[in-house]
């Protein structure tokens, strides 16, 4: 959430940020203005009548000690009573549409990144050269099915398009990578936490991924509780929540999660003829980094966060690119992004697998983290980062189409053959 101190102080500045990000909101900051100006207009009548409410009524007993008639005064203590009561209620309207409309103004994107969309993207480095074949390469589809390692149809069969079942060595290999990012992060200092798949509503908010995006998630209907429930589309969403609405010592920052779920996406069933199998779905396995710190030292931990996931793609072997994302192609909440791109070489490009993003103070100020400064007792609002380390769907493609023979076999990355029996090649 945008701090309001900065829409009052320079509502055009705002405008015009959030337009590199091609979000017109200037009559959504506008309106907000407004309603903030309205706010703070029936907190000031609130409180002044609460403040006689209060003088009048310590009159009270003194007057009825002296035989004073009170009369008067208990009518005006009842006039006072009922615009409280008026105030209150329209305040409390004024404040859900103010509020909401803060929720849904996306996050500042930094200074330095470009305007627009994904078409002024910047990769910024190349690790190893691009996967070229002395023989006519199989899609990683076929491979797979010819290996026994993913089931597409009875994906299909158990819950339609965008699902497949892992089986047999594809499951090991799945679980094998998966294995090999925690262990990797674990030896890196970050805590493993397993959190809950199914979340409340102000997860989402906190996250920054509602209001606006509460129709893209899965929807869970409780009959013995009418609160919104729903399926994680990230681990970030939890992650970011377990400090909310509380202070942090500032001796425990930075505070270093990573947590291994299955991600759900409704929105991921749009499919273009590229996009066969697995590399886009509406269940995967992810493994999430999310970093909470002191606003000095996010910057060094995104620098961190990217290094980490560059570091797991390395390990696998794999040809990938960093790209700096502009400012369009972040996500909402996101004030910066960078992409770990890998090649599958059967879509001739680049697939994410990794975002790295810095988020600045904007969850914090949604879910109210704050951390206590040390030297001067002052309270503040954390910054949160978070990054793929790494989802799953699209390294397995990659690596059975990268590491394929001319036989068809696959060979398997050094990394993953401890956790396989030290299986090297899949026949």
């Not at 207009?41 to 009548?49: C, H, V």
């Not at 309207?93 to 803060?102: A, F, G, N, P, R």
């Not at 970050?190 to 997860?203: A, G, K």
């Amino acid at each position: 959430m945008i701090d309001i101190k900065l829409i009052r102080e320079d509502p055009q500045g705002i405008k015009d940020r959030l337009m590199k990000k091609e979000a017109d909101c200037g009559d959504q900051i506008d309106r907000i203005i407004e309603l903030d100006a309205l706010r703070r207009e029936f907190i000031a009548l609130t409180e002044s009548d609460k403040a006689e409410q209060n003088k009048l009524s310590k009159r009270i007993p003194e007057m009825k000690k002296n035989g004073g008639d009170t009369t008067e005064i208990i009518a005006r203590l009842n006039g006072l009573k009922a615009s409280i009561r008026d105030y209150d209620a329209q305040l409390r309207v004024i404040e859900s549409k103010y509020q909401m409309m803060l929720y849904s103004l996306p996050n500042l994107p930094d200074e330095d990144l470009a305007p627009g969309g994904k078409e002024n993207n910047e990769p910024l480095r190349y690790f190893g050269e691009p996967h070229s074949f002395d023989f006519k390469p199989l899609h990683h589809v076929d491979l797979c099915i010819k290996h026994g390692l993913i089931d597409y149809e009875r994906g299909v069969k158990l819950s339609g398009s965008g699902f497949w079942v892992y089986r047999g060595l594809g499951a090991r290999i799945e679980w094998a990578l998966l294995n090999y990012f925690i262990d990797t992060h674990v030896a890196d200092g970050y805590e493993f936490v397993l959190v809950p798949h199914i979340l409340e509503y102000q997860c989402g908010i906190t996250a920054g991924q509602f209001p606006k995006f509460e129709e893209e998630v899965f929807r869970i209907a409780n009959p013995t509780d009418d609160r919104m429930h729903y399926m994680l589309p990230t681990a970030e969403a939890a992650l970011v929540s377990l400090h909310r609405d509380e202070i942090i010592p500032e001796t425990e920052l930075p505070k270093k999660y990573i947590s291994y779920t299955p991600c759900f996406r409704r929105e991921a069933g749009s499919y273009r003829s590229d996009e066969r199998g697995m590399v886009r779905g509406h269940q995967f396995n992810k493994v999430e980094m999310v970093q909470i710190t002191r606003p000095e030292d996010s910057d060094a931990a995104f620098d961190e966060l990217v290094a980490k996931a560059e570091a797991l793609v390395r390990g696998l072997g794999f040809h990938f690119r960093t790209v700096k994302l502009a400012a369009g192609d972040c996500g909402s909440a996101m004030a910066r992004t960078f992409d770990i791109e890998i090649q599958i070489p059967s879509m001739d490009g680049y697939k994410e697998v990794s975002s790295v993003s810095n988020v600045r103070d904007y969850q914090a100020r949604r879910g109210a983290i704050r951390f206590k400064r040390a030297a001067t007792g002052k309270i503040e609002l954390v910054h949160t980062l978070n990054g793929s380390g790494l989802a799953t769907s699209r390294i397995l493609p990659a690596l059975v189409e990268q590491n394929q023979r001319r036989d068809g076999s696959v060979e398997i990355p050094e990394v993953l053959q401890k956790y396989l029996g030290g299986l090297k090649v899949i026949e």
